[in-house]
């Protein structure tokens, strides 16, 4: 019987990530995947495939429509779609084999099978060919993230009703395609087909687009991507979708109940959120406690309720995101080595890789009114930015929200052009406990878009050069 350190179930971010930290502290780790390859959701068919293929549209859609402007004179783009996949899977092996050489580099075992949790020190790993055996280990980490959220009703075959997977594997542009749910990721799926030549209209239950995210930035980006085309209808429900016809046929009604109207679709794809994946890992069984959500409950050390077993990524509470995944493996691993491990939640960026891109980190202003905090506001827009500007990119804005008495950074919110890379100062700022007047003193290179950071910052202080 092998033994170990640490075992991990997943490799997902938060696993191999956490399996590499363990490794480089002087622990004997193995990880147990049940895929035939490494790097989760997120590698396989997640973030990375959705990023070549939106990094991949775009290109396609500035050829046919911003290029022109810019004096540079191209035929009209063709698309090969087949090739577009192509490009795309060869990101996907990229990353998946740099997980491999990581492991080996580590002097990681890597055991495939479906892992379960048998209670304290041992893990059962069934592999495909129906052979088991039982891991022994000192400490055993649950990193085995989320699955797709599922429509009751409405069955998913990953051909015409698709999931986020089956999303980024079409064979052909569809002529229509309906989203369920207004979220991150439909709304990345929506800019990549819409782009290729699909018309694009999103179903979404609240009455508001990107929950969760600042209320100012949510409405400038819905009114953007309906410029560019995208149709919504909020506080709407799709009901069940008949696929007897050539077209799909969704039922809707208003969230609140009413009449039903149909909409025709020729993909649709469901994208109401994740949830977390406890399938077959025995927990229940070993006593491991899970809350209301189906999360496995931990303490602040990553801890579930049994002795020597931990979790950490999207099967525990918090925001469903790799980078947090990540934190939190790095943080067990080194806790479970005797240091002191820690991740600070109220510095976690989120970022809509769309065009143009969404990205916050903090509070909203939503959150800060219903806590009670006094707060200002900084506000700058890309308008008055000069890169912005000659770019001809100007979309969206940057805002700060600073505690009214100390100063101290609470949130920053930025819709535009890079504004996924534009929030990484904003994180180092919080994570240090900055204020607006040091984010306002601090030196950006001109001409760039950051120059908009340090402009809100002064807005802040009512006091913004370029506004």
Excluded at 168 to 178: A, E, G, Q, R, Y
Excluded at 190 to 219: C, M, N, Y
Excluded at 291 to 310: M, P
Aim: glycine share 12%; aromatic share 4%; net charge neutral.
């Amino acid at each position: 019987m092998a033994s170990y350190d640490l075992v991990i179930i997943g490799t997902g971010p938060g696993g191999y990530v956490c399996a590499v930290r363990a490794a480089q502290l002087g622990m004997k780790v193995a990880v147990v995947e049940k895929n035939a390859t490494l790097g989760g959701t997120c590698l396989n068919v997640g973030c990375m495939p959705s990023k070549a293929l939106l990094h991949a549209s775009e290109m396609f859609e500035e050829a046919g429509h911003s290029f022109a402007k810019m004096g540079i004179s191209v035929s009209e783009p063709k698309l090969d779609l087949p090739a577009m996949m192509n490009f795309k899977q060869q990101g996907i092996d990229g990353n998946v084999k740099g997980v491999d050489f990581l492991m080996k580099k580590n002097k990681i075992d890597v055991i495939h099978g479906k892992g379960k949790v048998l209670g304290t020190g041992k893990v059962e790993v069934s592999g495909g060919d129906g052979k088991t055996q039982v891991v022994e280990t000192k400490h055993i980490v649950i990193a085995t993230g989320s699955d797709i959220a599922r429509l009751k009703g409405i069955e998913i075959d990953e051909k015409r009703i698709v999931s986020s997977t089956g999303a980024l594997s079409l064979d052909k542009v569809p002529s229509s395609l309906l989203i369920v749910g207004a979220g991150v990721i439909g709304l990345e799926l929506g800019s990549v087909w819409h782009r290729l030549g699909a018309k694009v209209t999103v179903v979404e239950f609240l009455d508001r687009i990107l929950p969760g995210t600042d209320g100012e930035v949510a409405k400038q980006f819905q009114r953007i991507l309906e410029k560019q085309g995208f149709a919504f209808k909020l506080g709407a429900k799709v009901t069940g979708v008949d696929t007897s016809g050539k077209t799909l046929s969704a039922s809707v009604e208003p969230a609140a109940g009413g009449a039903a109207e149909k909409l025709e679709a020729d993909v649709v794809l469901v994208c109401i959120g994740r949830v977390p994946y406890t399938e077959g890992l025995g927990l229940k069984e070993a006593g491991v406690a899970l809350d209301n959500r189906g999360r496995v409950q931990i303490d602040l050390h990553f801890a579930t309720s049994v002795k020597g077993i931990y979790a950490i990524g999207d099967v525990v509470a918090g925001p469903m995101l790799a980078h947090k995944a990540e934190d939190e493996g790095v943080a067990c691993a080194e806790i479970l080595a005797g240091q002191a491990g820690h991740v600070n939640y109220d510095a976690i960026p989120g970022v809509v890789y769309t065009t143009p891109e969404v990205s916050s980190v903090g509070k909203t202003e939503e959150e800060l009114k219903q806590a009670g905090v006094a707060y200002t506001v900084g506000k700058f827009p890309f308008t008055a930015n000069g890169r912005s500007k000659v770019n001809q990119t100007t979309d969206g804005f940057v805002k700060i929200l600073a505690d009214a008495k100390t100063d101290r950074v609470l949130g920053v919110h930025i819709i535009g052009r890079e504004a996924g890379e534009l929030i990484h100062e904003a994180c180092v700022l919080m994570e240090f406990g900055g204020s607006a007047e040091d984010l306002a003193r601090t030196c950006h290179a001109h001409p760039t878009r950051s120059e908009a950071v340090k402009e809100a910052a002064l807005a802040v202080g009512k006091r913004a050069i370029h506004m």
